[in-house]
């Protein structure tokens, strides 16, 4: 089971971090993942860290920004997120997948609870 958390309302520009815990699964056995889904519109991803060589990638909207890590010893997953704007307001889910590589939610075989960040002007 994921475990998301760390959202909340931050000022264009400003910073947060999110966290996707793991309670059972051992996260680093799985290429981890984040997605986002504002308001009306699909999930999207956002960031994914590989299993076991950790290189990472990121959407175009976000590559500069976000940065994705993982620490294997907590089990846990994060996602800090900067420079945000305002359309970097969504849920924000993190995701596992037993590919080595995600682009879309169709290869995710496990989802975490999705965690609100807004930012506001």
């Known amino acids: 089971q994921l475990q998301a958390s760390g959202g909340g309302l931050v000022q264009a520009g400003g910073s947060l971090t999110l966290s996707c815990a793991a309670s059972t699964a051992t996260l680093n056995r799985y290429t981890m993942a984040w997605f986002q889904q504002a308001p009306g519109k699909e999930r999207e991803f956002v960031a994914a860290?590989?299993?076991?060589?950790?290189?990472?990638y990121y959407s175009n909207s976000v590559k500069g920004r976000f940065t994705i890590s993982r620490d294997n010893a907590k089990n846990t997953v994060y996602l800090q997120l900067s420079g945000l704007k305002l359309e970097d307001t969504a849920v924000y889910y993190c995701a596992a997948t037993l590919y080595d590589t995600i682009w879309n939610g169709n290869q995710v075989n496990y989802w975490g609870q999705g965690t609100q960040v807004t930012v506001s002007s």
């Open positions: 860290i590989r299993r076991g060589s950790g290189y990472t």
